[in-house]
């Protein structure tokens, strides 16, 4: 089991000791998506939405969450952040989330991204579902990582 370095020689969870590796720049994006009902994509375009600014709530709600990862995500290590970038548009068929998470220390921030994505995207179902109880959040994951030991990824299309 030592291969898998969350798990020590016993098999028992850890936290990896990230103190030897170089610090370096590292960036990580994610996205999602929150599907929604014609009536609430046509609320968020007119900003009309009973609640108030739910694109607005949704961008700093993300950001919150990338901050807080480490209180949330067993394991992950807390990390400065150095830039969380939180976009939504709005489509037809709801609303596409993409984070921007950038970092100079010894760990990626995928995680960062993909938390922020997803309370983000938990921020807006909360704005929304009076008028769409039955909103979805879907497709979180990460599209690209640069930095670390093995430099740049991108999801393959």
Excluded: N, Q, Y
């Excluded at 480490?70 to 969380?84: K, Q, Y």
Aim: with cysteine; glycine share 10%.
């Amino acid at each position: 089991m030592s291969e898998f370095t969350h798990l020590d020689e016993t098999g028992a969870a850890r936290m990896v000791d990230v103190s030897a590796k170089e610090v370096g720049v590292r960036t990580a994006v994610a996205t999602g998506r929150v599907l929604l009902s014609p009536e609430v994509v046509s609320l968020l375009r007119s900003g009309e939405v009973p609640k108030g600014d739910a694109l607005g709530v949704a961008r700093i709600a993300g950001i919150m969450g990338a901050k807080r990862t480490p209180d949330l995500i067993p394991l992950c290590h807390p990390i400065a952040l150095h830039g969380v970038k939180v976009t939504l548009e709005v489509a037809d068929w709801g609303v596409g989330i993409t984070c921007r998470v950038k970092t100079a220390d010894r760990t990626g921030v995928e995680m960062e991204a993909l938390t922020a994505v997803s309370v983000a995207g938990l921020a807006l179902i909360d704005m929304v579902k009076a008028v769409d109880p039955a909103a979805v959040i879907t497709d979180v994951r990460v599209e690209e990582k640069t930095g670390g030991k093995t430099g740049v990824w991108t999801r393959p299309s």
